[in-house]
């Protein structure tokens, strides 16, 4: 305090600051509490199929009242009967195969030449000054530009489609793992030559433990960026598969059908994130 100045500090009676300390452990308790509460697995789930099941409620009411013609929308029943017709007669079945084979295939070779893609970028300054101008202008490219391109060089076949999948899920695995290479902790980096580290044993031992992170994040993004091709190669150049579904039920007029394959597709996207989802929890656990 300066010499002169009065002395302006607040003295707080005691009852006072208890019933402060008092209020604070308490909204710090209920929060705890809140969190806890919605971190426990039964609650999770109860309110992941919360909003799903509103939502088909509400689409029950309209279509029963009347409120949405049935030609644009039809009934939950009515999708239900499509997915028993084409599961009677086995074509349902082919085309959820079919799907998720191309998905899964695209999606590990895209992933697999991303993540290499990545560490030439993200380790040398010369892959990055080379590759990263013409993978930016690549990524910019629309999903369906590639199509008739695809077309040309391999006809309507599996290798177009697994192609046109890889190149969707190259991309999020390219950007993500590429600039978390870019910012991995110098100090790390050099720790590890004090060590006698070099080449593939510092990237094994110190650099892909630090962007393990990003990997998976890149990888859920991929998987996702996968269904969306698979969708895009389904739709013009193919006769099995849900993207085909939806194609010939909207020539068709098969609304029902248009609604199946779109829930299908959700249902199966959801299900190869969780599962993908497991799989970064172990890597996270063991390289983290």
């Known amino acids: 305090m300066s010499a002169g100045l009065p002395d302006e500090r607040v003295v707080v009676p005691a009852e006072t600051r208890d019933a402060v300390d008092a209020a604070t452990n308490a909204r710090r308790g209920s929060d705890g509490a809140g969190r806890a509460l919605w971190d426990r697995p039964l609650v999770r789930v109860a309110g992941g199929f919360a909003l799903p099941v509103a939502l088909l409620a509400v689409w029950q009411l309209v279509t029963t009242t009347g409120a949405v ?3 644009q929308l039809p009934t939950p029943g009515s999708v239900l009967t499509a997915a028993g017709e084409l599961a009677a007669s086995g074509q349902l079945w082919t085309h959820i195969a079919i799907s998720v ?8 070779i895209g992933s ?7 560490a030439i970028v993200g380790l040398s300054r010369a892959g ?4 990263s101008p013409l993978l930016s202008a690549l990524r910019a490219v629309p999903s369906l530009a590639w199509v008739p391109l695809l077309i040309l060089w391999m006809k309507i076949g599996e290798e177009s489609k ?11 695995v390219f950007t993500t793992v590429a600039a978390a290479l870019r910012h991995v902790d110098p100090q790390l980096v050099e720790a590890g030559r004090s060590f006698s580290l070099r080449g593939w044993s510092l990237f094994r031992t110190v650099q892909l433990p630090a962007v393990v992170p990003s990997v998976a994040s890149g990888l859920r993004l991929a998987l996702a960026q996968s269904w969306l091709f698979l969708v895009a190669a389904e739709l013009i150049a193919s006769s099995m598969g849900l993207g085909f579904l939806l194609n010939d039920s909207q020539q068709t007029g098969r609304v029902d059908r248009i609604l199946l394959a779109i829930v299908l ?6 299900v190869t994130n969780a599962v993908l989802g497991l799989v970064e929890r172990r890597l996270l656990q063991k390289w983290t």
Do not use: E
Request: aromatic share 10%; hydrophobic share 70%.
């Open 69 to 71: 013609p049935a030609y």
């Open 101 to 108: 084979q191309r998905v899964l295939i695209g999606f590990a």
């Open 112 to 118: 697999a030449v991303g993540l290499a893609a990545a």
């Open 128 to 131: 990055d000054v080379l590759l």
């Open 162 to 172: 697994i192609t046109l999948i890889a190149i969707g899920a190259f991309f999020p």
């Open 265 to 270: 597709l959700a249902v199966l996207g959801t």
